[in-house]
């Protein structure tokens, strides 16, 4: 799997410029590749599954809770490890031909 590549000509978008063109503008119904203007989309699926991992351990955690002593600094110190995470993870995308 190629990593923010669009996988028609292969261009290979840089982390600052997915960050800037496609990440924060929301374009979640596609938008065209900068170099060959072919339309491209994220691959949902990817997303939906580790969209699902970070609830799934949120939810032990949660369920844990009085077993391994979180307090609420210690759940907002997850939180935002989570959130940081989460940029991480996104950063490496793949992308998909919209139909």
Same mark, same amino acid.
């Given at each position: 799997?190629?990593?923010?590549? *669009?996988?028609? !000509? %292969?261009? #290979?978008?840089?982390?600052?410029?997915?960050?800037?063109? @496609?990440?924060?503008?929301?374009?979640?119904?596609?938008?065209? *590749?900068?170099? !060959? %203007?072919? #339309?491209?989309?994220?691959?949902?699926?990817?997303?939906? @599954?580790?969209?699902?991992?970070?609830?799934?351990?949120?939810?032990?955690?949660?369920?844990?809770?009085?077993?391994?002593?979180?307090?609420?600094?210690?759940?907002?110190?997850?939180?935002?490890?989570?959130?940081?995470?989460?940029?991480?993870?996104?950063?490496?995308?793949?992308?998909?031909?919209?139909?």
């Amino acid at each position: 799997m190629n990593i923010r590549t *669009c996988p028609h !000509c %292969n261009y #290979k978008y840089s982390i600052s410029e997915y960050k800037n063109q @496609i990440l924060f503008k929301f374009r979640f119904l596609g938008w065209n *590749c900068k170099n !060959c %203007n072919t #339309k491209l989309t994220f691959n949902f699926k990817r997303r939906v @599954i580790v969209a699902l991992a970070f609830v799934g351990v949120y939810v032990v955690l949660f369920a844990l809770k009085n077993a391994i002593g979180m307090t609420p600094l210690r759940w907002a110190a997850l939180l935002a490890i989570y959130i940081i995470g989460s940029f991480f993870i996104f950063a490496f995308d793949a992308f998909i031909k919209a139909e």
